[in-house]
T-cell receptor, first 111, second 115 residues
Framework: DQQVKQNSPSLSVQEGRISILNCDYT??????FLWYKKYPAEGPTFLIS?????DKNEDGRFTVFLNKSAKHLSLHIVPSQPGDSAVYFC??????????FGAGTRLTVKP | KAGVTQTPRYLIKTRGQQVTLSCSPISGHRSVSWYQQTPGQGLQFLFE???????NKGNFPGRFSGRQFSNSRSEMNVSTLELGDSALYLCASSLATGVVQETQYFGPGTRLLVL
């Protein structure tokens, strides 16, 4: 059961522009959401998270927005840099470490 | 502080064999989770261990098993390997302080190829 969905397998943006990665979930019990970045041949690296009590969390160039009513979250990267090119995974959990991941979105930032 | 380490990094096995993968969590982390990553499927949760006990389990057959030792190191075993078991197996650790919302930190993974 795909409780977390990333419907765009890939995204290409120009350097300096905004990258918006989207994620939808179906389980209303999820209360903690995370974004991970993954380079080839490496494990996922934690990027940013948000609790269900918030609707926005910002860390430098990265901002995560949560819309609980729509069961939707998004990751904004501004400005995008070529080094941001990677696969981005959205994850959600309802309790402790029972985390569900989306299939990932491959972001390509063109110089 | 050293990150999560996994051994071996690469493994080639044949159908029917069994395999054991190892994971050493970040020092002080007490929870270890295992995931399978295949192309197009994202990360599929296998199981989580805490205090040497399996605390959560995903929807994988009984051929997939694991254990955790008193030093929090964990092993994952897959018996009677099938071609479809070819994947990247990732281990993640977290502090497990009792706080509900925790961040997991991943190792580099073990790439398993079943021929």
């Amino acid at each position: 059961d795909q409780q977390v969905k990333q419907n765009s397998p890939s995204l290409s943006v120009q350097e300096g522009r905004i990258s918006i990665l989207n994620c939808d979930y179906t389980n209303s019990m999820f209360d903690y959401f995370l974004w991970y970045k993954k380079y080839p041949a490496e494990g996922p690296t934690f990027l940013i998270s948000i609790s269900s009590i918030k609707d926005k969390n910002e860390d430098g160039r990265f901002t995560v927005f949560l819309n609980k009513s729509a069961k939707h979250l998004s990751l904004h990267i501004v400005p995008s840099q070529p080094g941001d090119s990677a696969v981005y995974f959205c994850a959600a959990s309802a309790r402790r470490n029972d985390m569900r991941f989306g299939a990932g979105t491959r972001l390509t930032v063109k110089p | 502080k050293a990150g999560v380490t996994q051994t071996p990094r690469y493994l080639i096995k044949t159908r029917g064999q069994q395999v054991t993968l190892s994971c050493s969590p970040i020092s002080g982390h007490r929870s270890v989770s295992w995931y399978q990553q295949t192309p197009g499927q994202g990360l599929q949760f296998l199981f989580e261990y805490f205090s040497e006990t399996q605390r959560n389990k995903g929807n994988f057959p009984g051929r997939f098993s694991g254990r955790q030792f008193s030093n929090s190191r964990s092993e994952m075993n897959v018996s009677t390997l099938e071609l479809g078991d070819s994947a990247l197996y990732l281990c993640a650790s977290s502090l497990a302080t009792g706080v509900v919302q925790e961040t997991q930190y991943f190792g580099p993974g073990t790439r398993l190829l079943v021929l």
